[in-house]
């Protein structure tokens, strides 16, 4: 059976499914329930009368289907994700992932489970989505991570972090502390994107579980992470940049690089960096999770043809194999 529950009403017993996808517990979807204003719903397949399954659904006009690609392809979407552009789900499953998948087939128009792993449901069409670029931490110290890189990469990296050396680093400590022009610097960075699933609210970087580190010189705020604790993964969330010095400062690269040193200082066994900006990630030593889309639509007819495009709609990721740290097969 699967039961429809209201933001306010989930049951404590839903933490317990949603285990470590931060994004579906009860305190982040409150967050996120005042962070913006889209309309969310939240379900739960309930088996022997416990819940099993939690997922929850938002409907997007304007969905472009072929993101992954040159062409645009916009339809009214119901999306089974966590509406913030993260690695995670938008469902935490046991017994009962068929079930919730049968339920989402029999909504209308067209439906979408994103992030989830190589499975094969009954009446859907499968492609890659964006993967996960994690780097697992087995230094001791950030120097150590810079020794253990090949000489290219090393090179580069110290060239980077000195000519960021002027800018100051300096972590919020308040949510307060965030301003309207840090979000206009989020704002350069999102219409910068090539892949534009949804633009998150000001309010949204001004939640309580958010770390975020700025990188400031004389005159302004350049650059800035948003960061996220979960246990021993420390998840790289946003970005804000000031692209008309990004090159005189190597910005971006230096904030990658301090991201690094705070998970290895800190004691993180991993960085989950997110799905975009592969080929810069993967040059730091990620590595890809691969992650998989599910579409699906009630008319058969147009069923079949999501079928047909999945392969030609689904994302390329990139296939060359960076040898990052010494020791790696080139």
């Avoid at 949204?204 to 005159?219: L, Y």
């Avoid at 994302?315 to 040898?323: D, G, I, L, M, S």
Wanted: hydrophobic residues 35%; glycine residues 6%; charged residues 30%.
């Amino acid at each position: 059976m699967v039961k429809e529950f209201k933001a306010s009403e989930l049951p404590p017993e839903w933490d317990e499914i949603a285990d470590d996808n931060v994004y579906l517990t009860r305190e982040f979807i409150t967050f996120t329930e005042s962070a913006d204003d889209a309309e969310k719903h939240y379900y739960a397949v309930i088996i022997d009368g416990k819940l099993d399954t939690v997922f929850m659904t938002q409907v997007r006009r304007g969905y472009n289907l072929a993101m992954f690609t040159k062409r645009n392809f916009k339809v009214k979407m119901t999306l089974v994700y966590v509406p913030l552009s993260v690695t995670r789900a938008g469902i935490a499953y046991n017994k009962g992932l068929a079930e919730a998948m049968d339920f989402v087939k029999k909504l209308s128009g067209y439906k979408i489970f994103l992030n989830l792993p190589d499975i094969n449901p009954k009446g859907y069409a499968k492609g890659l989505t964006c993967p996960k670029c994690e780097l697992t931490l087995r230094w001791n110290s950030f120097d150590e991570y810079i020794a253990e890189l090949r000489s290219p990469y090393r090179y580069r990296y110290k060239k980077a972090l000195s000519k960021g050396a002027p800018l100051k680093l300096r972590y919020l400590s308040s949510p307060n502390e965030f301003t309207p022009e840090m979000y206009k610097l989020y704002e350069n960075t999102y219409n910068k994107s090539r892949i534009r699933v949804e633009k998150l609210t000001e309010r949204f970087f001004k939640g309580e579980m958010f770390k975020i580190f700025v990188m400031e010189d004389d005159e302004a705020v350049r650059g800035f992470v948003q960061l996220l604790e979960n246990g021993s993964e420390l998840v790289f969330e946003f970005v804000g940049l000031d692209y008309t010095v990004n090159q005189k400062y190597d910005t971006y690269l230096c904030m990658l690089l301090n991201i690094v040193r705070y998970g290895i200082e800190h004691g993180f066994k991993t960085i989950d960096f997110g799905q975009t900006a592969d080929d810069t990630k993967l040059k730091l030593g990620c590595k890809y999770t691969y992650l998989y889309a599910y579409l699906n639509h009630k008319n058969p007819l147009l069923n079949a043809v999501c079928r047909l495009l999945a392969p030609k709609l689904e994302y390329k990721p990139v296939r060359e194999n960076f040898a990052v740290f010494k020791g790696d097969k080139q």
